[in-house]
């Protein structure tokens, strides 16, 4: 009887990414900045990143990956229900960079609205929109992460600037009757804590004419919060499902440090074949880098149908979250 009970639930339906053309090597920064590529190496894992051109803003990104989404879902634009942009790099203050994308994928019928919590933004998304979908407002969310983290990177900064990069990822999400064990995101968690605010925030606003803004991070502070928290928020999406690691086909983490990656995925005891890891070409890209490390393990066929996701975050907020998706 279980079994066979039908339930509504967001579905992904179609995935798309943008990057920068321009490939900035370790070697590279380097030449810029007191560093090194075994540095770099050693303590991220980065080997790469992408820095946008003048033209590729947050939503110029972020409309060439929902456009592929929609494009691999067979959506419609004008079908679309509602745009949410994960980002803390938009163009404007306002409007949002959601609206800028509606009008670029010709989406009229959709309403849309930015989300701001730093790298966790591409979970927190994914929570709104699985909430709108369950709920019954819309029929299908386009959800995006695009950042161009490049723009508020101060180059004065080596313990900084060599870890972040650009890029943009997109996930239609449509709600669908399934089965239990059918696909759809099974939860989302979200935290938070302002109390750790000060060890990773932007020191400015698109506001402010006097100072758009720099990254500013604590490193060791956000790293030693990142394994606790996030090992945290692994275990309480399993316990929620009754689930055990041993279920999870693939980890998809947020990229920020090949360390913190590789901690999360030993205490779920997981072999590094069931942990996406795009930090080395990518670098830590924010909000986007989940949808962009998710579309590389779909192209290397770990990603496939009927596989048991569990995705997590940690960023500026402190924010932090997890989402357990069945494709
Ligand atoms: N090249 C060479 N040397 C460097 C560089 C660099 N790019 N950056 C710092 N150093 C030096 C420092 O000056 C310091 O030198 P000293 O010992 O002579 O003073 C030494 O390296 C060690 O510096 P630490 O900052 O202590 O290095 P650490 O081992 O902590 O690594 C890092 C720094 C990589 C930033 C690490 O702390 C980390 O990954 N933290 C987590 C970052 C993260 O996860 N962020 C996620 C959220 S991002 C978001 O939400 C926007």
């Known amino acids: 009887m ?43 894992g980065i080997r790469q990143r992408h820095f946008a051109a003048p033209h590729e803003t947050a939503a110029f990104m972020g409309a060439e990956a929902g456009r592929a989404a929609l494009t691999e879902a067979g959506l419609a634009p004008e079908a679309l229900g509602a745009i949410i942009v994960a980002t803390s790099t938009p163009d404007q203050a306002f409007p949002s960079t959601a609206v800028h994308i509606q009008a670029a ?3 009229f019928n959709a309403f849309g609205f930015d989300l701001s ?47 972040f990069g650009d890029g943009a990822g997109a996930v239609l999400l449509e ?14 968690h979200l935290h938070a804590d302002g109390r750790l ?18 990254l500013v991070m604590q490193g060791r502070e956000v790293f ?40 999360v995925g030993k205490k779920l005891g997981l072999p590094p074949e069931r942990v996406v890891v795009t930090v080395d070409r990518h670098a830590n890209t924010s909000a986007a880098s989940i949808p962009l490390a998710l579309a590389s393990a779909v192209a290397d066929g770990r990603a496939a149908p009927g596989k048991l996701l569990l995705l997590e975050a940690l960023g500026g907020g402190l924010t932090w979250g997890s989402a357990l998706l069945r494709l």
Request: glycine residues 8%.
């Open 105 to 107: 994928l010709v989406a």
């Open 224 to 263: 030693r919060h990142a394994v606790t928290l996030l090992a945290g928020a692994v275990n309480e999406a399993l316990a929620a499902n009754s689930l055990s690691p041993a279920d999870i086909d693939l980890l998809v983490p947020h990229q920020a440090n090949r360390r913190i990656i590789d901690g």
């Open 2 to 44: 279980a079994e066979t009970q039908r339930l509504t639930r967001a579905v992904l339906t179609g995935l798309g990414t943008y990057l920068p053309a321009r490939v900035v090597t370790n070697a590279e920064m380097a030449k810029r900045i007191d560093t090194s590529d075994e540095w770099i190496v050693e303590r991220t």
């Open 197 to 214: 605010a000060e060890i990773l925030y932007v020191d400015g606003a698109v506001g402010r004419k006097d100072h758009p803004g720099h």
């Open 117 to 163: 919590a730093a790298c966790s933004g591409f979970v927190y998304a994914l929570s709104v929109a699985d909430a709108m979908l369950r709920a019954g407002q819309v029929k299908s969310v386009l959800v995006i992460g695009t950042e161009v983290y490049s723009r508020i990177l101060n180059f004065a900064d080596r313990g900084t600037c060599v870890l």
């Open 175 to 188: 709600a669908k009757e399934v089965p239990r064990t059918g696909p759809g995101l099974l939860s989302t």
